[in-house]
């Protein structure tokens, strides 16, 4: 590549959050994190409570009640935990995308030594050799620098442009690790 090349970037939010949040990522019931100790809570919890009630009817306390209502009172916390988590990724992916969401031009320049994003009037110039890895698919474009980390949805430029960065991406960054 001799001539640089320029990709003017759009930015679409729905975009950034089909790839922050691919599978189930934000939600509080379904996400990985949080699926199982969901599962947990409901089978313990429909567990603990046919004990409780049976306990409460025959008027005696069983061991094993107490033990499950532990068991119990640990899912709930470990499930509370793990919403917190995705509550506190969600909140930053929003704050991120609202101050993006700012800048009105996004703008690639790739060049033999480097990698620039301009953002209205910001320039971020990274050298190719910066860079420590990558990671691409079908919808976004990973790239892990010593100074800041890139994404770029697919959606934000066109097939064709994608393909070339994809390409570009890979051949400079596997020459320079």
Do not use: C
């Not at 699926?35 to 313990?44: A, D, E, H, R, T």
């Amino acid at each position: 590549m001799k001539k640089p090349i320029e990709i003017e970037l759009t930015f679409v939010r729905k975009d950034f959050e089909e790839v922050y949040f691919n599978g189930n990522q934000a939600n509080y019931f379904k996400s990985q994190t949080t699926k199982k100790p969901f599962q947990n809570i409901l089978i313990s919890g429909l567990i603990f409570s046919l004990l409780l009630y049976n306990t409460i009817t025959e008027n005696s306390g069983h061991i094993l009640t107490i033990v499950l209502g532990i068991f119990f009172v640990y899912n709930i916390t470990l499930f509370l935990i793990k919403a917190y988590e995705i509550f506190k990724r969600r909140s930053k992916v929003k704050k991120y995308l609202d101050d993006v969401e700012k800048i009105k031009s996004h703008k690639l320049i790739l060049t033999d030594t480097s990698f620039e994003i301009i953002q209205e009037h910001e320039k971020t110039i990274e050298k190719w050799t910066d860079f420590k890895s990558s990671e691409s698919n079908d919808l976004f474009i990973y790239l892990l620098s010593e100074k800041e980390n890139y994404l770029i949805p697919s959606k934000s430029m066109t097939e064709q442009e994608y393909i070339e960065l994809t390409n570009i991406v890979t051949e400079k960054i596997k020459a320079e690790i």
